[in-house]
């Protein structure tokens, strides 16, 4: 499954927020006996669509659809150079599909900088520019190459071409994630380029920021085109330890959040992650799984299980909306709300699907 990897300076609470994450983990809750890595947390994505469903279908339980973080250790400055264990921590980053940054903006005495300072702007530079770095190196190497390819192969040009325009936006201080329109990562797949990856950051804040909305709007513009959560990585943890709604509740209240941050958090990483869901209901389970952006209803089916691909005939689908409004499955078939769609059907969010297909 795909994962985010959590990065960021030391001290700016990655290890707090990765174990609120661990402990809010679907995997260690569920199955005690199953493997889990230790460096992996994965959380469900919210969704009361699915308590909804189980009312409508007398479900005996709902599942959601899970996202999963990789802590990635502290990457530091001179990561790309070799420095100490940068190159491990590049490998890691390189297995993760999206960046996941810890940016420090809560003040705290008593928690020391790395650089004596709040800065966020810098914090983020930092990062970028080893990933940059990186990038530059591994674009150096294969320069020569695909010219050499270019001179022969007119089907090499286009990784060429956009291998020189990778590197003058890396040159120019970019991530290529920061000038996605203007670079075909497709030709540029084969290199494995860091900076490619999607990001999300993730503001570490304390409840001055929580609570100041243009703060918090400038600091997302600043990120943009990357989602941006604000969270209170040590909140969020004490939010786990709490058992009653009321002082969940009130704990939230106090530093100006509707809900945990760890909610957020886990629909920004499906979101960056490029995910979206669709949902199955019956008496047994009410379910969200999960497929990439723009899948088609056959491939949808293969999550369930591959011959649901290979056997698909149709996909039974109305929207979640329309379900609801219309209180059954019977009734909103007989409203006209239910449509039969083929192979070529691009599944919709909220999607409630009934497979039909040969074995
Ligand atoms: P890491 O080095 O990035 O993994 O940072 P840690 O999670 O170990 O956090 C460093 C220190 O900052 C610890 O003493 C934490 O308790 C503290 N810390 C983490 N998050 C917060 C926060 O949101 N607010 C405050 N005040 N302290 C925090």
């Known amino acids: 499954s ?9 001290n700016v609470g990655k290890s707090t927020l990765f174990n609120a994450l661990t402990r809010n ?5 569920n199955y005690p006996f ?7 947390g994965v959380v469900p994505l919210p969704d009361p669509r699915l308590d909804q469903l189980a009312e409508v279908f007398g479900s005996e339980r709902t599942v959601p659809a899970v ?11 001179g990561a790309s150079e070799g420095a100490g264990l940068g190159n491990k921590f590049l490998a890691n980053i390189r297995e993760a599909n999206a960046i996941c940054q810890v940016v420090r903006v809560f003040d705290d005495p008593d928690v020391i900088h790395v650089d004596d300072r709040i800065d966020p702007v810098s914090d983020i530079e930092t990062i970028n520019t080893e990933l940059i770095l990186a990038d530059l190196q591994t674009l150096d190497k294969a ?7 270019a001179r022969t192969k007119k089907e090499a040009k286009p990784a060429l071409d956009n291998a020189v325009k ?8 970019r991530t290529l994630f920061q000038a996605q329109k203007e670079v075909d990562f497709e030709a540029l797949r084969e290199l494995s380029l860091l900076t490619t990856k999607p990001f999300l950051y993730v503001f570490n804040a304390d409840e001055g920021i929580l609570t100041d909305e243009s703060r918090r709007e400038e600091l997302a513009k600043m990120v943009a085109p990357a989602d941006a959560v604000f969270l209170d990585a040590k909140v969020e943890f004490e939010l786990l330890e709490l058992d009653d709604e009321e002082s969940v509740r009130e704990l939230l209240e106090s530093v100006g959040q509707q809900e945990p941050g760890l ?6 990483g499906f979101h960056t992650l490029g995910l979206q869901t669709y949902l199955t209901a019956g008496p047994k389970e009410s379910r969200a799984w999960t497929i990439p952006q723009g899948a088609t209803a056959p491939q949808a089916a293969g999550v369930i299980h591959t011959d649901f691909e290979r056997g698909f005939i149709k996909a039974e689908v109305v929207s979640f909306d329309d379900l609801i ?6 009734a909103a078939r007989s409203a006209g709300k239910v449509r039969m769609e083929g192979k070529d059907y691009v599944m919709a969010d909220g999607d409630v699907v009934e497979f039909r297909f040969n074995v």
Do not use: C, Q, W
């Not at 795909?2 to 030391?10: H, W």
């Not at 983990?25 to 809750?29: C, I, K, P, Q, Y």
């Not at 909610?263 to 920004?268: G, Q």
């Open 143 to 149: 320069l020569h190459r695909l010219e050499k390819e």
């Open 25 to 29: 983990d679907v995997l260690a809750a």
């Open 67 to 77: 996202v999963s973080f990789v802590d990635i250790a502290g990457i530091v400055k």
């Open 2 to 10: 795909l994962t985010l990897g959590i990065v960021g300076l030391p």
């Open 34 to 40: 199953a493997t889990i890595e230790p460096n992996v």
């Open 166 to 173: 990778a590197k003058e936006i890396l040159d120019g201080g």
């Open 263 to 268: 909610y957020s958090l886990a629909r920004a």
């Open 325 to 330: 409004e219309n209180g059954s499955m019977a």
